[in-house]
């Protein structure tokens, strides 16, 4: 009884785990520029005495990655929202140091620095934060120039403010933070990739597909009732066993 209740256990507690990321998933499902999160179940072996077969297994659920296909790209026609063509990320500047995101909803703060919907500071390539002039209209290149005009300045009076960091790191060395952004293992910043391009007026939706979360959540509520279903099995074995030996 106790390996079948042990096991059960084990399934329903991972079955959980892979929910809370299943969750997660769905509830980004609105989130510009949000990467799902996978979720895997590994088998593992149950460790006894050395001189014991190994007969069982348990199970641990992994997160080895991110699915990093690009999402939908959605027209705004606001000057400050980009979107990546193809592969490619933002850096931006953390208390953590550099990290990198496929959000493009961009703001000007208080402080007349450009920053992302979050507040952190957009990099740019020359690892700094990006300074723009009061009242002043913003345009994009597509390799992420910026130029800016000041309110009530002549046309011929366009600045070069500098140009975005965008980079393009290897997928398998990137790592998600606990803050939904992605950093590399390491932890030194990813070099500037000219190749990298932008395409401003757009937005770039979560790659999260809504039926395939449902339909996760749902086979994972199915096994997890097996599972308890298995416990109270168990339980039950239990309890005839102990009446059968208490007559004798």
Partial sequence: ?????????SGASRTLEQQSVISNNLANVNTTGFREQLALYRAVPVVGQANERQTRVSNVVTTPGSMMGQGA?????????????????????????EAYTRAGDLSVSADNVLVTATGLPVLSDDN???????????????????????????????????????????????????????????????????QVRIVDGFLEASNVSPAQAMVGMIANARHFELQMKMIQDASANAERANSILSTN
């Fill in 128 to 194: 700094a934060p990006i300074d723009v002039p009061e009242r002043g209209s913003i345009t994009f290149a597509s390799d992420g120039t910026i130029t800016a005009l000041g309110a009530g300045d002549n046309p011929g009076d366009i600045q070069i403010l500098g140009q975005l960091k965008l980079v393009n790191p290897d997928p398998e060395e990137l790592v998600r933070g606990d803050d939904g952004l992605f950093r590399l293992a390491g932890g030194q910043p990813a070099p500037v990739d000219p």
């Fill in 73 to 97: 790209m959605t027209q705004t026609g606001y000057a400050l929202d980009l979107a990546i063509s193809g592969d490619g990320w933002f850096a931006v500047q953390t208390p953590d140091g």
């Fill in 1 to 9: 009884m106790d390996h079948l209740i042990y096991t059960a256990m």
